[in-house]
């Protein structure tokens, strides 16, 4: 059984940079150092596991 990523995205998670408003649609827009950190992190184990798959 495999696990699909789903084609569009719900939401962005990021710091508050001011920039990302001009890229981000407000109601799409999650503005939370904690939370993107620790979606960093889960990213970087994504990372760290998928050479391992092959």
Known sequence: ???C???EVLFYVTDG???YASFV???DHIISKTYM???????TRLRH???RLH
């Not at 950190?37 to 990213?43: A, I, K, L, P, S």
Request: charged share 25%; net charge positive.
């Open 5 to 7: 990523l789903p084609l």
């Open 25 to 27: 649609k407000a109601g």
């Open 17 to 19: 940079w001011k920039v």
């Open 1 to 3: 059984m495999g696990y």
């Open 37 to 43: 950190t620790r979606v960093e992190g889960e990213n």
């Open 49 to 51: 596991y998928l050479p």
